[in-house]
């Protein structure tokens, strides 16, 4: 009797303390979810486009290139959800507020067309995906892609947490069909330890470095992060520091598989590619090529994993041009013709038969070229204590902040002067 109430009384810290994991493992989840959707756009098909030219071209070399835009988009993506948690506004509602007329026109004009390159690498990718995993002909896959985008949009009528779960299943599927061909094509270790850790790079690897860049940290997403998280902050009108911490977590979590996959995608791509002497130009030479190489199963992964990506971050797109396209100068447009608009460029791509591979590394450089003109507005309203209060930004956050705007117009200024120099 004695050993059973022993027994009885130690096992009792043992279910509190599990009790209270369980019950912290809830609280965490809770608020995970708003990061997961933002991730979409770090391994959208313009992602593909950037890492597999990367990866073929100059194999191992660009790898620190995904490292280092992943650390930066932490910190962006961070810095966009506390201004949603701490003002309950989004930033493009907030920069109509406090700038002028002329400078949100021009902040509205970059984002409109940094929304379409946007959306025009998803889409593409979308249509890719079924063309080559099901051999529906563009035009029909294309048509197959918007109704589905469309149709993932219209759940957000009913709460954005069902949204949430579809784009994470997406996610989970693109990570796990990368991961595993990432493992297939048994890549030198040493090799990729040694580039993630020492930047390499050479003038003609300046336009898939800044394209890199650009697909990697997106501008519609700084938008539509702030616009996300306000679906949580009803549980924290009076305080939102634990929701900010939350947010932190969310962020971490889900930049750094984006991260994983990316480089994931970079790492095939110099083992399969660049390891045989391929140089592939085109995401259906890329799908080709793998089938020889590697048989059908990792083919069909990567055309399973674009079909994933391009469906979940078209959704993803056409949500931030949404956005987009209401704040900066108060534009009431209904929400299937906002949704339309930003569809139209990927439709045009196709039916002027350019290079879809070409069309996605371009308009991921153009992304690299409209990052300031979000990064540099955040920076300025997070900073005022006016609106954010309490969450207004220390000197650090400052300093950080600065720096990367920097590094990104330095990178921009160089790809600029490569180009008409004839040396990139």
Not at 200 to 212: R, S
Not at 289 to 315: D, V, Y
Request: with cysteine.
């Amino acid at each position: 009797m004695k050993e059973e109430q022993l027994t009885s009384n130690l096992s009792l810290p043992v279910l509190a303390e599990a009790g209270e994991v369980k019950a912290k493992a809830k609280g965490i989840f809770k608020y995970l979810g708003p990061a997961f959707i933002v991730s979409v756009a770090y391994m959208d098909p313009g992602n593909f486009g950037t890492n597999i030219a990367g990866g073929s071209k100059f194999g191992y070399n660009l790898i620190w290139v995904i490292l280092w835009s992943n650390l930066m988009a932490i910190f962006v993506q961070i810095l966009s959800a506390k201004l949603g948690i701490a003002t309950g506004v989004h930033l493009p509602d907030h920069c109509g507020k406090i700038f002028s007329r002329p400078v949100n026109w021009g902040l509205w004009s970059i984002a409109t067309v940094a929304a379409m390159a946007t959306d025009l690498a998803e889409f593409l990718g979308g249509v890719l995906g079924f063309y080559l995993l099901f051999g529906i002909p563009l035009v029909w896959a294309a048509l197959l892609t918007g109704i589905i985008t469309y149709g993932i949009c219209h759940m957000q009528k009913y709460g954005q947490r069902l949204v949430e779960r579809i784009i994470t299943g997406m996610v989970a599927i693109i990570s796990i069909a990368y991961v595993w061909e990432m493992f297939l094509a048994k890549p030198d270790w040493s090799q990729v330890a040694y580039h993630v850790a020492v930047p390499m790079i050479t003038p003609d690897g300046v336009l898939v470095a800044v394209g890199m860049l650009g697909a990697t940290v997106m501008p519609h997403v700084i938008y539509l992060h702030s616009h996300l998280v306000q679906t949580r902050r009803t549980e924290c009108i009076d305080d939102c520091t634990h929701h900010l911490k939350m947010a932190k977590i969310d962020v971490f979590v889900a930049m750094n598989m984006a991260f994983i996959v990316n480089a994931a995608m970079v790492i095939v791509s110099a083992a399969v590619f660049n390891g045989n002497g391929l140089d592939v130009d085109s995401i259906e030479a890329a799908y080709m090529t793998l089938q020889p190489l590697m048989g059908n199963m990792a083919a069909g992964a990567f055309g399973l994993a674009l079909l994933a990506s391009g469906l979940s971050s078209s959704t993803v797109g056409t949500m931030a041009g949404e956005v987009i396209l209401s704040g900066f100068v108060g534009f009431d447009i209904p929400a299937s013709i906002r949704r339309l608009i930003t569809m139209i460029p990927g439709l045009a791509i196709l039916l002027a038969g350019v290079n879809p591979m070409e069309a996605l590394v371009y308009s991921q450089v153009s992304l690299s070229f409209a990052l300031p003109a979000a990064i540099i507005p955040l920076m300025i309203v997070t900073n005022k204590a006016s609106i954010m209060e309490k969450f207004k930004n220390s000197l650090l956050t400052n300093c950080v902040g600065w720096i990367i705007v920097s590094m990104i117009l330095a990178m921009n200024a160089v790809l600029m002067y490569l180009t008409f120099t004839g040396q990139a």
